[in-house]
């Protein structure tokens, strides 16, 4: 296949997919929606730029003609200010809709659509739901959680009835939550901790839901300041564990399943390989960096475990996601100082 189309062109994995697209010598259409504010990321590269918004049905006509490829990355994670939960449903649910009404007219022309959805279909992590178990794999129940992951199954039951009902060539991703760079970096801190305790305190179907958590949110927040490293564990010493996805993989993956044929009708978690410890971070940090290091330890009644399992995407298609702990974090740091690094911020 020569050209691709790219939604959400301007996104955080959209950049990041364009440019490795160029890489491999692909020709590029990208979608960029009216008055985008970061324009300015495809500057100076040699591709086709549309402006428009997905759901006009005419504009996405006119975007996938002449296309061997699609990479679906375009959505809004909530509604931006001043905008209705009704707008938000549209764009994220129609817009879909209207690319693959349009692409299904080709789907003899079209050799893979790839959608980007989210782990939040499950929704990973027990914060908000406890799962059915760990680590969680594709066939995972789900309990789509707000509005957002609503869309996301809405669109998900989608892509896979046009792949049934027209021979489009569908392949979903699900990628664990994406960072770019220093993203990663406040996601181990006292604050983020205690926003999930929050997060579960009315909610008694969640994993981390205990009687006493204001107690223990309480009792945190006076041990340290938010953005202080922090290790938490439960009783009995089991660690608190996160699978974040680093962009750059699920970039990397969006490359792979356009031509592997065994992702064909297919979905796949994307995420790193083996979750992180709070605890392994925190020594990160001790042995590589001169940041205040100073970690709170605490242990806790509940243990959060965001665990995605991406044994199917290496074993199908022969995808490896490399994200090493020292790849996803000197990353970071180096963009936090300022210095080059090879992934686009968000």
Sequence with gaps: MSKVLVTGATGRLGTNVIHRLLAENYDVRALVIPNDPKRFKLDNLDIEIIVGDLRDQELCTKLVAGIEAVIHTANLLGPASGMSEDAFFNINVNGTFNLLNAAAQYSDVIKRFVHISSDAVYPMGNH??????????????????????????INEETV???????????????PAGMFAGNEILSRWSVGFVTGLLRSAMNRPGSGLFHPDLQKHISRLESAGRPDQLCVPRDGEGHPWLYSPADVRDVADACLCVLTHPAAVGEVFN?????????EE???????HTDMDTAVVEIELPVCWVYWSDTRKVKSLIGYQPP????????????????EPIDVIPA
Excluded: C, Q
């Design 270 to 278: 994307v995420a790193l390989s083996l979750p992180f410890s709070f």
């Design 323 to 338: 994200g090493s702990i020292s790849r996803v974090f000197n990353t970071a740091l180096a963009h936090e100082k300022g």
């Design 160 to 174: 896979r009835s046009y792949h049934i009902s027209h021979g489009l060539k569908t392949t979903m991703i699900r």
């Design 128 to 153: 908000l739901i406890a799962n059915a178990y760990t680590p969680v794999d594709e066939l995972h129940p789900k309990n789509p959680s707000g509005l957002y992951a609503l869309t996301k199954m």
């Design 281 to 287: 971070v925190a020594n990160y940090f001790a042995e």
